[in-house]
């Protein structure tokens, strides 16, 4: 971006300069309002369909206006209305779960594992609000957040809203390891608990 201590040379380099000022300064308002209107005033729709239930998802994501060329990785895609504690938690855990994705490698190993890519896997995620019939007695219970093993939608209970950053984050990189095949007891008697996951989760990308 250019210096703003540059100086036109002519009047009409100085009133070209001094439209896009303007604009600038009107596009940054529009921005602000449009973030303290709340999680989906400042996104673009996209249709998506769970392939679970049928049912049609509209997806938000945000454009990254005012940053070039944003790296669409670093926004989850979002569909429905998450409460707003739930939102807010998720954008910092979102991009802490990637930031431990790409540069940790015993982090990363876990879905390399699997034949997967984990920041890839969290990038196509799609985050929606707990089902009230579907989910109620699981986010009753100790669980945070609820996925289907290789489907694609993590459903977040109401108390994500209430984790540390770190913890949100580390419960991202377990669901997203669902998404990749990790299966879970139960129901597979083979497999780890929920509580191993988290404790291998948490050794391998907590640091």
Request: aromatic share 2%; net charge positive; proline share 5%.
């Amino acid at each position: 971006m250019a210096s703003n201590r540059q100086r036109a040379n002519s009047g009409r380099g100085g009133a070209v300069l001094r439209g896009l000022l303007s604009t600038l300064v009107v596009s940054l308002g529009l921005a602000g309002t449009a973030l303290a209107q709340g999680p989906t005033a400042n996104t673009r729709r996209e249709g998506q369909r769970n392939g679970a239930s049928g049912a049609a998802f509209d997806v938000g994501r945000s454009d990254g206006r005012g940053h070039a060329a944003a790296d669409r990785s670093s926004l989850p895609s979002i569909a429905g209305n998450l409460p707003s504690p739930v939102w807010v938690a998720l954008g910092s855990a979102y991009r802490m779960a990637q930031e431990r994705l790409r540069t940790n490698a015993q982090c990363g190993e876990l879905f390399t594992n699997l034949g997967a890519l984990g920041p890839r896997l969290l990038g196509q995620a799609i985050f929606a609000p707990s089902s009230t019939s579907r989910d109620r007695d699981v986010c009753a219970g100790c669980a945070v957040a609820v996925t289907e093993v290789r489907g694609r939608v993590i459903r977040l209970c109401p108390r994500f809203g209430e984790l540390p950053v770190r913890a949100a984050a580390l419960i991202l990189i377990h669901e997203t390891l669902h998404l990749g095949g990790l299966r879970e007891r139960p129901p597979d008697p083979t497999a780890l608990t929920s509580a191993e996951i988290n404790t291998l989760v948490a050794a391998n990308c907590g640091r």
